[in-house]
């Protein structure tokens, strides 16, 4: 299948990083749909406000109103004649989103999932099933967001700078090169699979590791200090550190070398080689970024539920230690009350029951492993319709 450069994009999820998305790409001259799912206090936050100024106003690294041709929350609507469908929600709404994509999306389109988290690609691809999808599909995932973003007001997203590299990887592998034929404008770079891809996530060392050790501190004064500048200290830097020294070792056991935290702060972000903890301060992106104003925040439970919770599991599968990994799982789950490794990405939540390392990688890598396990979802889903 060989594709040209799209002309119209539908991005799905309308938050910061959907918002930053559209104007890019709108600026960048491409047609661009925008959904939200129907949330009342969603809709009036960010969908209204676009749909009365016609647009969405990009301030910081880019500038200008960038025309929106369409704002929707009917997914069938959105995604009619795009070339290209971005998820941009919240890693935990993959399987949901692909279960309500499953009667809309055809085998022409392709599927991104921005900044998926680990094992998002066969999260959505037990939605698209689970909703009746059984063609064939080209599903992507990002290992970050394109651009560093905050909602700045109401239709407004403040962009504070575009990612060097933005890593993607594929579930069929091998169709990387699709993404930047269609899209030239993002700075994609290949990952040979999805679970390379996957086991890049620094979410856990990034977010779920400050987001514990300052629980107090949010609580206290969430909003009013600077996440990274003050809330990463030398002592919280090390315990991200030991969690990133944690995901490095369950790579190894997969056969992967992923780039260490430092590393990809460095090529990805632009900031300056050197210990963690001189890295994270002097990267210029995250120099004005303010703390979560409350615990109930996506960069501990989303990052727990799709990034700790995966890497956990495949360190159990390979039968790594990780401490400290386990640890942040259990007070999270703590801080918030809930049970986040139940309702996170598991290897029995996927399907990934009775796999070992090497089905596992042989799944992600090779075609006639996903064709198998693709096939027994689909009958599974048949026979519990």
């Given at each position: 299948?060989?594709?040209?450069?799209?002309?119209?994009?539908?991005?799905?999820?309308?938050?910061?990083?959907?918002?930053?998305?559209?104007?890019?790409?709108?600026?960048?001259?491409?047609?661009?749909?925008?959904?939200?799912?129907?949330?009342?206090?969603?809709?009036?936050?960010?969908?209204?406000?676009?749909?009365?100024?016609?647009?969405?106003?990009?301030?910081?690294?880019?500038?200008?109103?960038?025309?929106?041709?369409?704002?929707?929350?009917?997914?069938?609507?959105?995604?009619?004649?795009?070339?290209?469908?971005?998820?941009?929600?919240?890693?935990?709404?993959?399987?949901?989103?692909?279960?309500?994509?499953?009667?809309?999306?055809?085998?022409?389109?392709?599927?991104?999932?921005?900044?998926?988290?680990?094992?998002?690609?066969?999260?959505?691809?037990?939605?698209?099933?689970?909703?009746?999808?059984?063609?064939?599909?080209?599903?992507?995932?990002?290992?970050?967001?394109?651009?560093?973003?905050?909602?700045?007001?109401?239709?407004?997203?403040?962009?504070?700078?575009?990612?060097?590299?933005?890593?993607?990887?594929?579930?069929?592998?091998?169709?990387?090169?699709?993404?930047?034929?269609?899209?030239?404008?993002?700075?994609?770079?290949?990952?040979?699979?999805?679970?390379?891809?996957?086991?890049?996530?620094?979410?856990?060392?990034?977010?779920?590791?400050?987001?514990?050790?300052?629980?107090?501190?949010?609580?206290?004064?969430?909003?009013?200090?600077?996440?990274?500048?003050?809330?990463?200290?030398?002592?919280?830097?090390?315990?991200?550190?030991?969690?990133?020294?944690?995901?490095?070792?369950?790579?190894?056991?997969?056969?992967c070398r992923p780039p260490t935290l430092s590393d990809y702060l460095t090529n990805a972000v632009?900031?300056?080689?050197?210990?963690?903890?001189?890295?994270?301060?002097?990267?210029?992106?995250?120099?004005?970024?303010?703390?979560?104003?409350?615990?109930?925040?996506?960069?501990?439970?989303?990052?727990?539920?799709?990034?700790?919770?995966?890497?956990?599991?495949?360190?159990?599968?390979?039968?790594?230690?990780?401490?400290?990994?386990?640890?942040?799982?259990?007070?999270?789950?703590?801080?918030?009350?809930?049970?986040?490794?139940?309702?996170?990405?598991?290897?029995?939540?996927?399907?990934?029951?009775?796999?070992?390392?090497?089905?596992?990688?042989?799944?992600?890598?090779?075609?006639?492993?996903?064709?198998?396990?693709?096939?027994?979802?689909?009958?599974?889903?048949?026979?519990?319709?």
């Amino acid at each position: 299948m060989t594709k040209t450069k799209a002309r119209t994009v539908a991005v799905l999820g309308a938050g910061s990083s959907g918002q930053a998305m559209a104007a890019f790409l709108s600026l960048s001259g491409y047609r661009v749909h925008i959904w939200n799912r129907p949330d009342e206090s969603e809709v009036h936050r960010w969908l209204e406000p676009i749909t009365e100024q016609g647009g969405i106003r990009a301030q910081g690294w880019m500038e200008g109103t960038a025309k929106i041709d369409l704002v929707t929350t009917e997914l069938a609507t959105a995604v009619t004649g795009a070339d290209v469908i971005l998820i941009t929600t919240t890693a935990d709404a993959l399987q949901s989103i692909g279960k309500l994509l499953a009667p809309h999306i055809s085998d022409s389109q392709c599927l991104i999932l921005m900044s998926s988290g680990s094992l998002g690609t066969l999260d959505v691809w037990r939605g698209l099933i689970d909703g009746g999808f059984t063609d064939d599909l080209v599903v992507g995932e990002t290992t970050t967001t394109p651009f560093g973003s905050q909602i700045a007001g109401p239709g407004s997203v403040h962009i504070s700078g575009q990612k060097k590299q933005v890593g993607i990887a594929s579930l069929p592998c091998g169709h990387h090169h699709v993404f930047t034929a269609l899209l030239p404008e993002i700075p994609f770079s290949a990952v040979t699979d999805v679970l390379e891809s996957g086991l890049d996530n620094i979410g856990p060392s990034l977010h779920v590791a400050p987001m514990v050790l300052n629980a107090g501190w949010v609580e206290a004064q969430g909003g009013k200090f600077l996440y990274y500048q003050e809330g990463i200290t030398p002592s919280v830097a090390a315990v991200a550190e030991r969690v990133d020294e944690e995901r490095l070792a369950i790579a190894r056991a997969y056969g992967c070398r992923p780039p260490t935290l430092s590393d990809y702060l460095t090529n990805a972000v632009g900031a300056p080689k050197g210990t963690l903890y001189d890295a994270i301060h002097g990267c210029v992106m995250y120099a004005d970024v303010l703390s979560p104003v409350h615990l109930d925040h996506r960069f501990l439970w989303e990052d727990v539920i799709a990034g700790a919770v995966p890497l956990l599991c495949l360190a159990e599968l390979a039968e790594v230690q990780a401490p400290t990994l386990a640890s942040l799982v259990a007070l999270s789950s703590a801080l918030l009350g809930r049970d986040l490794r139940a309702g996170g990405r598991t290897t029995e939540n996927l399907g990934l029951g009775g796999f070992t390392v090497q089905s596992l990688r042989e799944l992600v890598t090779g075609g006639e492993t996903f064709s198998d396990w693709k096939n027994k979802a689909i009958a599974m889903a048949g026979s519990s319709a």
